[in-house]
């Protein structure tokens, strides 16, 4: 089979990126065009999941969200820890900033369209995320069990996309954005990502819900009556979903710190409101190579690429 023709890359960027994008809704085109290699290479690479690992997947498959633990699925009592460690000393070197950031929060009470969300800090950089391929971030990304996870969702090796640790404000604005109920952009044909919980999250910090069902392997055309569109995405709100979807098709992510979520996010979802405590989390994004380019890792200073993983998608243009 040919592959379609790709070539207005060079030519013309936006023509190129939504001929890409309908690419990327051809399912076989999408896995045996953009992705030959990665599929050919799981099929040879998968050994098998660990009982947490393959229960996690079961769900995915199933619901299009799993939740468990750092340390049942990676076997580690000491991970969540040590992570911790790391997003308190990127807090640490931001503190004023964020202060600053939550005081004037307190005195906003209409965000407009809410594109800019200064309820949220992103302690990497928001576009390009500076990762270092041995530090801890990049390794939890990539440890054997949860990327084995990734891989089976895909049916093809994956590579981490974006990630990025993020600290949501709490506020009392009515809520906007992606506080609303939403689909991500579908910039690949399946769009996972793993939110690890740093610290408790209870009713009142934002947790993600999530509608059963209406991920990339279900029912992906369904949108609730009273969608609109705000000038950037399809948005939903409670009432909509409400008079549609039983409680039990939509549940909240509540939980202690340690808290894994994995969900396709193609599927209708919300998340990152706090009230009454702020949320702390990481959130890893896990693409095929067909994706398109709009999130990618920006590369440290000195950096090699030959010898890293290429399961770390860099942006070569961010090498110094």
């Known amino acids: ?77 000491t991970l969540l820890g040590r992570l911790q460690e790391e997003a308190k000393a990127l807090e640490a070197a931001r503190a004023d900033e964020v202060a600053a950031k939550a005081k004037a929060l307190q005195e906003i009470h209409d965000l407009g369209d809410g594109n800019t969300k200064p309820y949220l800090v992103q302690y990497l950089d928001a576009n390009r995320p500076v990762v270092d391929p041995r530090g801890l971030l990049a390794a939890t990304a990539l440890e054997a069990n949860i990327k084995a996870v990734a891989d089976a969702y895909y049916g093809m090796r994956t590579r981490v996309a974006d990630l990025n640790v993020w600290r949501n404000l709490p506020s009392n604005h009515a809520p906007v954005a992606s506080q609303l109920w939403h689909r991500d952009q579908p910039d690949d044909h399946l769009v996972l990502k793993m939110f ?61 710190a340690g808290t894994v979520i994995l969900a396709d996010t193609i599927g209708w979802h919300k998340g990152g409101q706090a009230t009454t405590t702020p949320r702390l989390l990481i959130q890893v994004l896990y693409a095929s190579r067909g994706a398109t380019d709009y999130r990618m890792l920006g590369a440290p200073a000195g950096l090699d690429l030959s010898s890293v993983t290429p399961d770390l998608a860099f942006d070569k243009n961010t090498l110094s």
């Open 1 to 77: 089979m040919a592959a379609p023709s790709l070539v207005t890359r060079s030519v013309n960027k936006g023509k190129y990126v939504i001929q890409h994008k309908v690419l990327l809704g051809v399912e076989p085109v999408w896995r045996y065009v953009l992705n030959a290699g990665p599929t050919r290479d799981h099929r040879k690479r998968s050994n098998g999941l660990s009982p947490e690992a393959a229960r996690v997947l079961r769900d995915l498959n199933r619901d299009g969200c799993a939740q468990s633990s750092l340390e049942a699925l990676t076997g580690d009592p």
């Open 196 to 256: 690890v919980y740093l610290e408790d999250v209870i009713e009142g910090a934002g947790p993600l819900s999530y509608v059963k069902g209406t991920h990339g392997k279900g029912d992906r055309k369904w949108k609730p009556h009273g969608t609109v569109h705000d000038g950037h995405n399809m948005r939903a709100h409670d009432d909509d979903m409400d008079r549609e979807v039983p409680e039990p098709r939509r549940p909240r992510f509540t939980g202690p």
